[in-house]
């Protein structure tokens, strides 16, 4: 019977939002550090502080966190990123787990309330963990995220999930 990991996630970074179109390039979000604040990073979107984009930790406090909590939290920034998939199914393979449903992190909370910043941003997202499961070799799938603002451009952006290896929304 396969081991299936039905709650990994995948943290964002810039590199995501590289698979925007190039005229929507300007809705892209970005990364934003507040003074005064440390070990923390934010996605700066449509003129708000939106969710937290990654907390930085030495790895000892990752060790404290990962033995208080009973979970590994010290796995490599490239494979929470999906910047080296092949490591990321090397570690899957090393905890015996056959596949991973990803869910997004950004995508917690709402992202913005209009349509021509959230119809560009889910699409990126989407096409970014798209072109990644492509080198999954079936390890992965992914939870894909709607533009729920504008139900049109839902739709046709579910279309493109599902014929590209998503598993849910």
């Not at 070799?137 to 995220?145: A, C, D, E, M, P």
């Not at 049109?152 to 849910?168: H, I, M, T, V, Y």
Request: glycine fraction near 8%.
């Amino acid at each position: 019977m396969p081991t299936i990991d039905s709650d990994a996630h995948v943290v964002e970074s810039e590199h995501t939002w590289d698979f925007m179109e190039r005229a929507d390039q300007k809705y892209r979000p970005l990364i934003v550090r507040p003074r005064g604040k440390d070990g923390g990073e934010y996605w700066f979107i449509d003129g708000k502080i939106r969710g937290l984009v990654r907390i930085v930790m030495t790895a000892q406090q990752l060790a404290e966190v990962g033995e208080r909590t009973g979970r590994e939290m010290a796995t490599p920034r490239e494979t929470r990123e999906m910047e080296n998939v092949p490591a990321r199914l090397k570690h899957m393979d090393e905890l015996g787990i056959d596949v991973q449903v990803l869910y997004p992190t950004i995508f917690i909370e709402q992202v913005t309330d209009k349509p021509e910043w959230e119809i560009p941003i889910c699409k990126g997202y989407n096409r970014w963990l798209a072109d990644d499961i492509r080198l999954g070799r079936g390890w992965l799938t992914w939870i894909y995220v709607l533009p729920l603002i504008y139900m049109s451009a839902s739709l046709a952006e579910r279309q493109f999930c599902k014929q590209n290896g998503a598993c849910a929304v």
